[in-house]
């Protein structure tokens, strides 16, 4: 999770139910006028588009998280409890409970899932990689140990979910590149090469032919010149040669994780990711969606609103950029409540102050400008601009 390095193009300041490039609203709306009593599972279900959160399982015991995370959504991410650390703290002994409490959860809602995640550099048990440093784990045995996790746990949940993110973050971004271009980093690729990335994508089908596999990543929410130091460009050139490869890769997910004090992306080069990638034939989903603010030293009513409007106005405009393309399917934002963010305790390392506020619920649930913008955008958006989702097929 890194800080959004993005293009400046004016702080752009809307209020709540501001429209855009997608409310145009004529056919296929619903027999009684949307209002804000709408759930946002209820307004996005018009678009067939499933409208998600991550779940903080432990904050399942408070009821009003329980019932907001079940009611709002269609769509849920476990946080933290499908990570490798969480599953097999132990080598050779997987731990399902916690996972297990999450699916229960997401089917007494009737909810899809997004399991996150197989492969990731960050996460991982110490008995592994303090294995790989001590020498004890060889690289071929190491190669085993991959295989042999993403079929157990794409095994276990077979049937049960929606999308995995089968491999997270497997590349650098143009602000850490050493040598001048974007290329593959981390535990994986250092240990056996990028090659994991294809292995990993085959693995999981093997385990579960019907779930939609996706690589995720951060930074990637809009193309930039095309150069050597533009990671989405990389990301898309990776996923082309992998499908030209027959690797069954069926999605990319972008985690969406902005900060209003690096400035806006617009709408329309929102949509140009997602209509850029459907070309490639899979589908798009915003995955981690949380919008950041550097909070002033003293806090006002006249210096948090700006920011809160801000925030408003990013939530809206990665809405407007999925519903542009059809075979964006899911936009799942990084739990709901600000009280819980993860951002609360991130160390940014981007200079003095702190950032948090992040979410669509203040720390009391009550909804933010950022929720009703969301609503507004759901809720008036519509043919002929915006048409239902497309189903997107798992590959071979």
Not at 136 to 155: C, D, F, M, P, Q
Not at 181 to 205: C, E, S, T
């Amino acid at each position: 999770m890194r800080p959004r390095r993005t293009l400046v193009i004016g702080l752009a300041v809307v209020a709540a139910l501001s429209g855009g490039a997608t409310t145009t609203a004529v056919a296929g709306r619903p027999a009684s006028p949307p209002s804000q009593d709408s759930t946002l599972r209820a307004l996005a279900d018009r678009h067939r588009l499933a409208i998600g959160t991550a779940i903080d399982v432990d904050a399942l015991d408070d009821p009003q998280y329980r019932q907001i995370a079940g009611t709002d959504f269609s769509t849920v991410t476990a946080e933290n409890v499908m990570k490798w650390e969480v599953l097999e703290p132990v080598r050779g002994q997987y731990d399902w409970s916690q996972a297990e409490k999450f699916m229960a959860f997401a089917k007494s809602n009737d909810q899809r899932v997004r399991g996150h995640v197989l492969v990731w550099n960050n996460q991982l048990p110490a008995w592994l990689t303090e294995g790989v440093a001590d020498g004890s784990i060889t690289k071929t045995e190491l190669r085993g140990i991959l295989r042999n996790h993403v079929k157990t746990v794409a095994g276990h949940f077979k049937g049960r979910i929606w999308q995995w993110d089968v491999v997270n973050e497997a590349v650098t971004d143009s602000f850490d590149a050493t040598d001048g271009r974007i290329g593959y980093k981390g535990f994986w690729a250092q240990n056996l090469g990028p090659g994991y990335v294809a292995d990993a994508f085959r693995w999981a089908r093997e385990a579960d032919p019907k779930a939609l596999l996706f690589y995720n990543d951060y930074n990637i929410d809009a193309f930039g010149d095309g150069g050597p130091l533009d990671k989405t460009q990389f990301v898309y050139d990776m996923v082309r040669d992998l499908r030209r490869k027959g690797v069954p890769i069926d999605g990319v997910g972008s985690q969406a994780h902005l900060s209003t004090r690096y400035g806006n992306y617009s709408a329309f080069q929102l949509a140009d990711m997602h209509l850029r990638f459907a070309k490639l034939g899979v589908a798009t989903a915003l995955t981690e969606v949380d919008v950041r603010n550097l909070l002033p030293e003293t806090q006002t009513g006249d210096t948090v609103n700006p920011l809160l409007q801000a925030q408003a106005y990013d939530y809206a405009a990665l809405l407007q950029g999925c519903l542009a393309s059809r075979q964006c399917i899911s936009y799942t934002v990084w739990g709901f409540d600000d009280g819980r963010s993860w951002t609360n305790t991130w160390d940014f390392g981007s200079g003095p102050g702190r950032e948090a506020l992040a979410t669509i619920r203040d720390a009391s649930y009550q909804p933010k400008l950022a929720y009703r913008a969301l609503q507004a955008e759901l809720a008036w958006a519509g043919p002929p601009l915006v048409l239902p989702r497309v189903t997107q097929p798992p590959g071979r």
